[in-house]
């Protein structure tokens, strides 16, 4: 019988994997490419948030915090914190672009014994498009990054939150609530969750309404509000932006999303 090969020496590729050992002593083992796009390593913070999710803070008591959950890992890579949550009980799909899709399919595939829930490796668009497209009130979503100052990082993590912001509110995790021996100052975990739409119904007072109503070209005869607002809608372009409904005979709503809408005190 013909002796086993070493892979690691036959196999150039074997000496980029790069080794997760878990808290119950198993090993995650996770092929990297020595070179390609930045999805083609294991990067700390991908360590980082691995490592995290093995926590008891995180795991909570008895079962793990992601048994029969589902996960969605965006921005996969090597697919390290993904698989890491598969071998937590989770059914996960890791996802990157299409270039990937090959390295993530070859890491479930060296790591499936080790896999108490599911994986499968699917290609999605870009991130925040997709973060909006996917999550709904109750979807939680950890984000774990690297701050880095070099070059134009500052100037793309900058931009990155602020489109954020626009639909998702957020929190970070503590440092101390981290991985003990896997945590970085300059590597963030976040929670991340979805803005829930909120529309204010505000009656304001028949002095503001003649201007409201010319900004927006409609005339009515008589508007008699049946309540004043705690406070005044300031009145200028912005009113273009307003709907206008009648609810029933003789008032009228300005409606707008609060998040949008100018108020000064009376």
Not at 19 to 42: A, F, H, I, N
């Amino acid at each position: 019988m013909a002796a086993a090969v070493d892979p690691e020496v036959e196999d150039p590729l074997w000496s980029f994997v790069r080794v997760l050992e878990k808290r119950d002593g198993t090993v995650l083992r996770l092929q990297q490419y020595g070179s390609g796009g930045v999805g083609c390593v294991v990067w700390d913070a991908a360590i980082v948030l691995s490592k995290y999710l093995e926590t008891p803070g995180f795991s909570g008591d008895g079962a793990h915090a992601l048994s029969r959950r589902s996960v969605l890992e965006l921005g996969s890579g090597t697919g390290a914190v993904g698989l890491m949550a598969a071998t937590l009980g989770a059914d996960v799909v890791v996802t990157d672009l299409e270039e990937l899709q090959d390295l993530l399919k070859m890491n479930i595939n060296m790591n499936k014994h080790l896999v108490t829930g599911s994986v499968q490796a699917k290609s999605l668009e870009p991130l925040l498009k997709t973060l909006k497209d996917l999550s709904g009130s109750e979807t939680c979503i950890i984000c774990c990054y690297e701050q880095r100052t070099m070059g134009k990082n500052p100037e793309i993590e900058k931009k990155y939150f602020e489109l954020l912001q626009l639909d998702f509110d957020f929190e970070e995790v503590p440092l101390d609530k981290h991985d003990e021996e896997y945590r970085s100052e300059d590597i963030h975990i976040i929670y991340i969750k979805k803005k829930q739409p909120v529309c204010v119904f505000t009656v304001v007072h028949a002095c503001l309404w003649a201007k409201v109503l010319s900004a927006l070209h409609l005339h009515t005869v008589s508007v008699t509000p049946v309540r004043y607002s705690a406070c005044h809608c300031t009145v200028g372009e912005s009113a273009k932006g307003l709907e206008i409904e009648r609810t029933h005979k003789e008032t009228w709503v300005i409606r707008k999303e609060i998040s949008r809408m100018s108020f000064i005190q009376p």
